[in-house]
């Protein structure tokens, strides 16, 4: 399974755009990147996936360098509702076929005024 | 359409109780997990399944059972319950297009 390695903490500012970087040297050739929101004393939400180059959804951009050693969240304009902690993970897409998925230690975005 | 529910939302045990935790989604999704997460940690994968009657371990299966007899539900057992098991277990259940989790269950073990 692929290990991923985040940042533990990152602060920001209300407006300002946002970027948190994964570290995973040994993602395999099936394997998506996932990544994860979790808010205090709730279960974490799905934001956003991809397999290479960029991604984006309503919320979030997903940006995949050809080797795919890395990816890169970005968070467009933070607001302080985006204060939650960030988790990426490497394994079987969503839908896919099923393997497990492992969760870091994520990232907290702190967002201040 | 619920989602994913777990109960009970809290729970309180003595060293050496079982009990189980429950979870059900309606969503007819093949797949399933549970987590726990310690305080400040990341979330760990305990048991997972991926369609009724199949279940494989997580990283950390020791101390408890899981089984799947419908697509629904997906209960948790806890076998002896030991201080080292109080934490937040969330369940999770994957589909086509996201993963969901529920909750979550916040156990106290004296």
């Known amino acids: 399974l692929a290990k991923t390695t985040q940042p533990i903490s990152m602060d920001s500012y209300e407006g300002q755009e946002v970027n948190i970087t994964c570290s995973h040297n040994?993602?395999?050739?099936?394997?998506?990147i996932t990544w994860y929101q979790q808010f205090p004393s709730q279960g974490p939400r799905f934001i956003i996936q991809?397999?290479?180059t960029k991604v984006t959804n309503e919320v979030a951009s997903l940006f995949i360098p050809a080797d795919r050693k890395s990816s890169t969240l970005s968070l467009p304009r933070v607001s302080l509702s985006d204060t939650a902690v960030y988790y990426c993970l490497v394994g079987a897409p969503i839908g896919g076929a099923t393997n497990k998925l492992i969760f870091g230690t994520g990232t907290l975005l702190a967002v201040q005024p | 359409n619920a989602g994913v529910t777990q109960t009970p939302k809290f729970q309180v045990l003595k060293t050496g109780q079982s009990m189980t935790l429950q979870c059900a989604q309606d969503m007819n999704h093949e797949y399933m997990s549970w987590y726990r997460q310690d305080p400040g940690m990341g979330l760990r994968l305990i048991h997972y399944?991926?369609?009724?009657?199949?279940?494989d371990q997580g990283e950390v299966p020791n101390g408890y059972n899981v089984s799947r007899s419908t697509t629904e539900d997906f209960p948790l057992r806890l076998l002896s319950a030991a201080p080292s098991q109080t934490s937040v277990y969330f369940c999770a259940s994957r589909g086509a297009d996201t993963q969901y989790f529920g909750p979550g269950t916040r156990l106290t073990v004296l």
């Open positions: 040994n993602i395999a050739t099936n394997d998506y």
């Open positions: 991809g397999y290479k």
């Open positions: 399944s991926v369609g009724a009657g199949i279940t």
